[in-house]
DNA sequence: GCCCATGATTCACG
DNA sequence: CGTGAATCATGGGC
């Protein structure tokens, strides 16, 4: 598991949410016998944290609550002495107040935060078991395959990039490293299929004549949405390193496709990482 | 319930 | 170690 994912801080306004389920009389949420054994084994171990959790948050703020107690006692006891030298009014002993209670209060934070922090760490784990797999939401996918769309010559994003990525789309580098490799293959597979089906049905020829075999290797291929709502493959040619040209495929003849500056103002719109 | 897309896992390679 | 390739296992649409 990448660490890094579990590293994001815990946002204040979910501490609550999260410690609630210390409360809970029992997580477990397997009925009993069946499932597997790994998945039991980590929700017991997960129950044991959880309680354990639930005891040192509450002997830390029981603690809190006595050292707080004592704390303003004695700041009590100290003005009470200084009247006989000072004069204390009650503004005084308000103001001591206040200050008690602040530093318990942002002690108190803390302890939350730590602990739902830990909360938050082992109930991940439990989850990531739980769900064996759960396929990416719609955005997770469009921003990936943005990303691999503009850089088809050289689908391998650098750490920093995978970085970016993972953090964009709300997953870990290891799911990004995931999808990258399946998507390199799976796209090249894809053109290998399609050039394969031309090929069977023998007789393809470019609109000046030449022959197929003359065809530079497509690097990739991409699906341009058409107006009336089908999709359209069309395949990346680069002659040379810095040159790039469509071509569509329609019927049993290759035709050139849209320009760059058209395939830009359709896939181009959102930004890009810088190289 | 079937079938294919898809995310994850495993292993070999350089 | 990062990647490619094969494979596994599940999700989700029909």
């Not at 730590?114 to 760490?121: F, G, I, P």
Request: proline content about 4%.
């Amino acid at each position: 598991m990448d660490p890094a994912f579990f590293e994001k801080e815990v946002q204040s306004s979910e501490i609550d949410a999260i410690l609630e389920e210390l409360n809970l009389e029992s997580t477990v949420v397997n009925n009993g016998s069946e499932g597997d054994e790994e998945l039991n084994k980590l929700e017991s171990s997960y129950e044991a944290k959880r309680l354990k959790l639930r005891k040192e948050l509450n002997d830390a703020m029981k603690k809190l609550e006595q050292n707080s107690k004592a704390a303003s006692e004695r700041i009590y006891a100290v003005l009470r002495s200084q009247m006989r030298v000072r004069p204390i009014d009650e503004q005084d002993f308000q103001r001591a107040a206040d200050a008690i209670r602040r530093r318990h209060e942002s002690a108190q934070f803390e302890i939350k935060q730590y602990v739902a922090n830990c909360l938050l760490v082992h109930r991940r784990n439990i989850e990531q078991a739980r769900k064996k797999r759960k396929n990416f939401d719609k955005d997770t996918t469009s921003i990936l395959q943005a990303y691999f769309d503009k850089h088809l010559d050289h689908p391998y994003p650098s750490e920093e990039h995978k970085q970016m990525l993972a953090q964009q789309c709300g997953i870990t580098v290891q799911q990004v490293n995931n999808w990258f490799g399946n998507q390199r293959i799976r796209r090249r597979k894809q053109i290998e299929d399609s050039r394969l089906q031309h090929e069977q049905n023998s007789e393809m020829y470019c609109q000046d004549g030449s022959n197929l075999e003359q065809l530079i290797q497509p690097s990739g291929i991409i699906e341009m949405p058409l107006e009336d709502g089908s999709q359209q493959k069309l395949f990346i040619i680069h002659p040379q390193p810095n040159q790039i040209y469509y071509q569509a495929f329609d019927g049993d003849m290759y035709m050139p496709g849209p320009s760059n500056s058209e395939i830009h103002q359709i896939y181009g719109a959102n930004e890009d990482f810088q190289q």
